[in-house]
């Protein structure tokens, strides 16, 4: 998976509860993406971010934050999870240098709300 | 507002035969499109990606057909194998490093 590690890969958390997801990449790549997949949705962007400490919203945004202080790192948070965010989110990475536009893809953490 | 419509939802296919999954997207200042192909419990993975001055690219068994008159584009995969069975989604970017998905295509290949 490209040098990007997802953590937790598995969480089952309570509704009104804050949950942190972490992506961490090796690749020193300058752009990475919060999704979640969905039957029937595909995948959709939360947020994403073009280099330390800058970020933007994704066509999902509401109920999320992120926060990216290194490059390596960028971190998806539900301050407060609701049973509509169960589902499984991937993050991914890109570099405009050599291929532009490929994203690679993290393995993914289910989180389940109940 | 979906801006990638992709069908079918699910695929069957036999082995040795030819897969088509189809998605047409609705603004014209598209400029990359790509597939990515995702197996159970991974994350997608890029395929094959076209850009829209071409109207036709190969790699290997996977072809992008696209028609940029009728806001389509298609990915064939020819003489279809077991190990082809997985989700395909296509996607659409302009100008910058978003993408725009369609909702998937689940392809099971039968012996």
């Known amino acids: 998976d490209a040098g990007i590690t997802q953590s937790p890969r598995h969480k089952v958390t309570e509704t009104g509860t804050p949950v942190t997801l972490r992506c961490h990449q090796t690749?020193?790549?300058?752009?990475m993406y919060w999704y979640r997949q969905d039957p029937g949705h595909g995948l959709r962007l939360i947020h994403y971010?073009?280099?330390?400490?800058?970020?933007d919203k994704g066509e999902v945004s509401d109920g999320y934050s992120v926060s990216r202080s290194k490059t390596e790192d960028f971190l998806l948070t539900l301050e407060s999870a609701t049973s509509s965010q169960t589902s499984v989110y991937f993050c991914?990475?890109?570099?405009?240098?050599?291929?532009?536009?490929?994203?690679?893809f993290g393995p993914g953490t289910r989180l389940t709300v109940t | 507002q979906q801006q990638v419509k992709q069908s079918p939802q699910s695929l069957i296919v036999q082995k040795g035969g030819i897969s088509i999954i189809n998605c047409a997207y609705e603004n014209t200042a598209f400029d990359y499109f790509p597939w990515y192909q995702q197996f159970p419990g991974k994350g997608p993975a890029l395929l094959i990606a076209?850009?829209?001055?071409?109207s036709e690219k190969k790699e290997g068994r996977f072809t992008i057909s696209f028609n940029k008159s009728a806001k389509q584009f298609s990915l064939h995969i020819m003489d279809s194998q077991p190990g082809d069975s997985a989700t395909y989604f296509c996607?659409?970017?302009?100008?910058?490093?978003?993408?725009?998905f369609g909702t998937g295509t689940r392809l099971t290949i039968i012996p």
């Open positions: 996607a659409a970017s302009y100008g910058n490093e978003k993408l725009t």
């Open positions: 971010s073009y280099g330390v400490k800058d970020t």
């Open positions: 991914a990475i890109s570099e405009r240098q050599g291929n532009p536009y490929e994203q690679y």
């Open positions: 076209i850009r829209p001055d071409v």
């Open positions: 690749e020193n790549h300058r752009y």
